[in-house]
């Protein structure tokens, strides 16, 4: 079970740090029966991206952070906490399992890594879905929203499909060694 902890934890850690990092965050969406679509429009924590017919990908890194509309500084901020956390968490799991099974005379120690590690996973599972869920709510309600203009209508990127996953999997790691 802590192998299994460990891998589902290790796993969670990786997809955090690639969600992060993504730019398909928000993506165009393809409303109004617009077949031909030339460009690709991405929009990540850190920067946008526009692809050309699939070919060409030119990405543009945000110019001011006090341009930057308050939810997503908030977005990054607790997305890079969650990053640090979850290694900080991953490396306690692995001394936690390493100790486990080294010393059979001192479980009490060894309950304790394990314990601070679900309990770190549990968090960073937390702070992973605050932002990827408020970011897919906000992408719905305006993509319904009959006051958007159709070219700023978004669809749900593949970075918030990898958060939930890393959430699910963060969460089942933490609930199997909060269990121990």
């Not at 936690?96 to 120690?109: F, I, L, M, W």
Request: charged share 10%; proline share 5%.
């Amino acid at each position: 079970l802590q192998i299994t902890g460990l891998i589902l934890g290790g796993v969670g850690m990786v997809g955090t740090l690639a969600a992060t990092a993504m730019p398909q965050w928000r993506v165009s969406a393809y409303v109004d029966g617009n077949i031909v679509v030339f460009e690709t429009i991405w929009e990540g924590l850190w920067m946008d991206c526009i692809s050309q017919l699939g070919i060409r990908l030119q990405c543009k890194f945000y110019d001011s952070v006090l341009a930057l509309p308050p939810p997503l500084e908030a977005f990054r901020a607790l997305m890079c906490i969650a990053a640090g956390l979850s290694i900080v968490s991953f490396l306690t799991a692995i001394v936690g399992v390493k100790y486990t099974q080294r010393s059979k005379e001192g479980p009490q120690a060894a309950s304790i890594f394990i314990l601070a590690a679900g309990v770190a996973f549990l968090l960073t599972g937390t702070l992973v879905l605050i932002p990827v869920s408020w970011t897919g709510g906000s992408i719905i309600r305006d993509f319904y929203d009959p006051e958007v203009p159709v070219p700023l209508k978004r669809e749900l990127g593949a970075a918030l499909y990898v958060g939930w996953g890393s959430t699910a999997l963060l969460l089942a790691a933490g609930a199997m060694y909060c269990h121990f």
